[in-house]
């Protein structure tokens, strides 16, 4: 049974940092490329960020370049978001997703597996 678990959400002050941790189990960690997804209320699940299994590639969101950074922990079967200079706009539960195989992928339809989503709301 796969599973993957997010964790670090929570409330932050615009200017502030999260780290947002997915712990993945049940699958075999090295043939996903991992990434995260976040949805706001009233629009559709947008890419923010994934990375290939030797964090050799990443790709981010233009909403979130230069602020946010991904890595993964192949040991640990641990992906991570770190999330700088956030801003009100970014209040959204975010989700971490797994995708078989090794290319990036864009679109929500191509990942096979999600967690259930942790809220990360910004205030001014």
């Known amino acids: 049974q796969v599973q993957l678990v997010e964790s670090g959400g929570g409330l932050v002050q615009a200017g502030g940092s999260l780290r947002l941790s997915c712990a993945a189990s049940g699958l075999t960690f090295s043939n996903y490329v991992m990434g995260w997804f976040r949805r706001s209320p009233g629009k559709e699940r947008e890419f923010v960020a994934a990375v290939i299994w030797g964090a050799t590639s990443t790709a981010y969101g233009d909403s979130v370049k230069g602020r946010f950074t991904i890595s993964r922990d192949n040991a640990k079967n641990t992906v991570y978001l770190q999330m700088n200079s956030l801003k009100p706009e970014d209040t959204a539960v975010y989700y971490c997703?797994?995708?078989?195989?090794?290319?990036?992928?864009?679109?929500?339809?191509?990942?096979?597996?999600w967690g259930q989503g942790t809220q990360v709301t910004v205030s001014s």
């Open positions: 997703a797994a995708k078989r195989g090794i290319r990036i992928g864009y679109s929500d339809v191509s990942y096979d597996y």
